[in-house]
């Protein structure tokens, strides 16, 4: 059983090896931590790895950047690409996340955003914007999809306030972030088509950070988190008695 990293199969669909990444961050003391988890709907355990009761079942992604670093966040852009057959890590076209099947978001959800800890001032929609794309290609680091701007015409990812149909969430929040204080974003979603009895979705985040007093900019990429559908039960034949022994 794969707790993490993405599965390769060989032509046939043999499960032939296991392939995972770690990241080196060189960032002289600006560093930020980040993680992503899943959760079934009503139960307040997070896991990087879930395996959904049943294939129809809702679940909720939480995305979490803590500002670790000793300057305020002056601006923080969050891009998620939703799990899909033939996938990418948000970084990388080339980098393949592997999964199995297609994650859509939940009709009719609504993408919340709030910064802990508790004591700190909620956040409100005026503290940040949620932008939805079809598009799952965000250009290279440092891009206008990564700053928070408009991108060129030319540029086939769109952003738009419609969440129809989306692949792609951004998050912008250019309201002070302190130090040590954590942004939270989650949101609900679900299998959209069908999947193989114990297939695997791999899901990640990538996000862009500017700090107070400092010139440069800085960007990582999340965990992986995994949404297993169940495998199919075994049946096991035996001879028992009218009292079932």
């Not at 950047?65 to 990418?88: Q, R």
Request: hydrophobic share 35%.
């Amino acid at each position: 059983t794969v707790g993490q990293g993405s599965v390769v199969k060989d032509a046939e669909g043999n499960k032939v090896a296991v392939k995972n990444a770690a990241s080196v961050a060189v960032s002289n003391g600006f560093v930020t931590v980040s993680n992503k988890t899943v959760s079934a709907i009503g139960q307040a355990e997070q896991e990087r790895l879930m395996v959904l009761p049943n294939i129809d079942d809702a679940f909720i992604y939480t995305l979490s950047v803590t500002n670790d670093t000793k300057h305020e966040m002056t601006k923080l852009v969050i891009l998620d690409n939703l799990p899909n057959i033939g996938d990418h890590n948000p970084f990388d076209t080339n980098a393949v996340r592997n999964s199995e099947f297609m994650i859509s978001l939940l009709e009719d959800q609504t993408v919340s955003v709030q910064i802990l800890p508790v004591d700190a001032e909620p956040y409100t929609p005026a503290n940040y914007r949620v932008q939805y794309s079809t598009g799952t290609d965000f250009g290279a680091p440092q891009s206008k999809h990564w700053t928070g701007e408009t991108p060129d015409p030319e540029d086939p990812t769109v952003w738009t306030e419609d969440p129809a149909g989306a692949r792609s969430i951004r998050i912008i929040i250019t309201d002070p972030i302190p130090a040590e204080a954590t942004v939270e974003v989650k949101f609900h979603a679900e299998v959209n088509g069908d999947a193989e009895p114990g297939a695997t979705a791999y899901n990640s985040f990538g996000y862009h950070y500017e700090l107070e007093g400092q010139t440069i900019k800085l960007e990582a990429i999340s965990p992986e988190a995994g949404v297993r559908v169940p495998d199919v039960p075994s049946l096991v034949k035996r001879l028992v008695d009218s009292k079932g022994m």
